[in-house]
């Protein structure tokens, strides 16, 4: 499907089998892999949201409230950044 601002291709959406929290809040973070072993580093803090692939830099980037908000749950993060879990996701909590 191509972009219909740009007509680019728009890039797969990025679907995640893993998910650890690695803090949970001041920042909300997450380490996480998808299907084929690509790292995705995924962090909100300060009103500012992204996700890094290794492969392929920042995936998804966005603002949510103001320079104080640094807690997030991990279903709001997928939502506002694009990122969605696979059907049997292995989510790990508690770091």
Request: charged share 20%.
């Amino acid at each position: 499907m191509n972009c219909p601002n740009c007509g680019y291709a728009e890039p797969p959406k990025t679907v995640l089998v893993k998910v650890v929290q690695t803090c949970s809040a001041c920042p909300s973070q997450w380490d996480a892999w998808t299907a084929d072993g690509d790292y995705i580093y995924m962090r909100y803090r300060g009103g500012y949201g992204y996700a890094k692939s290794n492969r392929h830099g920042y995936i998804a980037e966005f603002t949510h409230g103001d320079y104080l908000d640094s807690y997030m749950t991990l279903e709001d993060f997928l939502e506002k950044s694009g990122l969605s879990l696979a059907n049997s996701t292995d989510i790990s909590y508690g770091r």
